[in-house]
């Protein structure tokens, strides 16, 4: 980052590239990131997605399920990309329908044992990864940049 940084700089003196510092480590650190929890979950047999739901319904913790509408509202993705990944856990033994007591024409989504049972063994895999990805953090620089990140995100945070 710091050679695009320089050669902006050398190319356009009169910008403040400035901003490319801390959102071009941002961006890196996100994708290598990602990778390394694809390369985590991928001998799970799971999809950062398949992740993603099956970790949701684990914290969730409803007994009786949880409305695939609004487990496609946690995960930012639409209904149809959601029921794809739900046909996918389905078929997989991870995660069953039930129809939902309370509205006829709807359905509530639960884990199964083995879907809970890869649901925690995912999130160990992901765990493991998240902590070699900060390895080179001490708990107070960790405690830091989680503080400044969360102060960035405050603008997009839909409860603040």
């Known amino acids: 980052m710091d050679h695009v940084v320089d050669a902006w700089r050398a190319r356009r003196p009169e910008l403040d590239t400035s ?14 990131l990602e990778s390394a929890l694809v390369a985590a979950l991928k001998p799970l047999g799971l999809s950062f997605g398949d992740f993603d739901v099956l970790n949701t319904l684990r914290r969730i913790g409803a007994p009786s399920g949880t409305n695939p509408r609004e487990l496609a509202r946690s995960s930012l993705i639409t209904s149809g990309a959601m029921t794809a990944r739900l046909d996918r ?17 709807g359905v509530l989504v639960r884990l199964t044992d083995s879907g809970t049972r890869l ?12 902590e070699r990805f900060l390895e ?3 708990p107070t620089d960790r405690d830091q940049a989680a503080r400044l990140l969360k102060r960035l995100l405050e603008p997009y945070d839909a409860t603040a």
């Open 19 to 32: 901003p490319l510092e801390v959102v071009g480590r941002l961006l890196l650190c996100a994708h290598h």
């Open 89 to 105: 856990l389905a078929n997989a033994g991870l995660v069953e329908r039930a129809p939902d007591p309370t509205d006829r024409r």
């Open 119 to 130: 649901a925690d063994e995912a999130l160990t895999a992901v765990l493991a990864a998240d």
């Open 136 to 138: 080179p953090l001490g």
